[in-house]
């Protein structure tokens, strides 16, 4: 966003600990070592799965994007809460993706208070690293609202774009939530047990 300089590669190690448990590393970061691992009964459910990671990396990321916006237009939304529903699915072969994303965004204030708003949402998902690199191959819808529960007008629920769908990598996956997390610093908390 605006003038940061963003590194080309991200780079993140991995260390498996047990069973489905990994350590995960941020590399060249002061960022803590973060904890992932399968639900039960693959794994014993000692951290964030994956599918988790890009459900809160895309999540945060537009909350980060529709904060700057707001932002931008000398406004201040107030607490931001953000929901987001990770819908798995089976591909024709039978294999579980993530088929869709669902987040909603809800600012701590009324719409009416905010200056440009209406400017800010049409435009805050196109700066969203995350959400538009993985649109490629999972649907992602956006909804915000005010503190009221307005529905704000001009948001991606008409913008939802249906496109054909096809595997996403893995690897491309962690590197997005990489490059996301080198831009925030997740509490001691946030992590463990977030879903």
């Not at 529905?151 to 491309?172: F, I, K, M, N």
């Not at 996301?180 to 509490?187: A, H, K, N, V």
Request: aromatic share 6%; with cysteine.
């Amino acid at each position: 966003m605006g003038g940061v300089h963003m590194p080309e590669n991200l780079e993140i190690e991995l260390v498996q600990q047990s069973g489905y448990r990994f350590e995960v590393h941020f590399s060249n970061t002061d960022l803590p070592v973060l904890l992932t691992d399968e639900q039960p009964p693959l794994g014993s459910g000692s951290g964030p799965n994956p599918a988790r990671l890009l459900g809160t990396a895309v999540a945060n990321c537009l909350a980060a994007s529709l904060l700057f916006a707001l932002r931008k237009f000398g406004n201040e939304p107030g607490p931001l809460q953000v929901h987001a529903t990770v819908s798995l699915e089976r591909n024709p072969q039978g294999r579980t993706r993530v088929g869709r994303i669902g987040v909603e965004i809800r600012l701590g204030v009324a719409a009416a208070g905010l200056q440009y708003a209406d400017r800010a949402i049409a435009q805050f998902e196109d700066f969203c690293i995350v959400t538009q690199s993985v649109r490629a191959g999972i649907d992602v819808a956006v909804k915000v609202t005010d503190s009221a529960g307005v529905v704000l007008e001009g948001l991606t629920q008409s913008r939802l774009v249906q496109r054909r769908r096809h595997s996403v990598d893995p690897a491309q996956c962690l590197a997005l939530i990489a490059s996301y997390s080198e831009s925030i610093t997740p509490r001691s908390d946030s992590w463990t047990g977030y879903w």
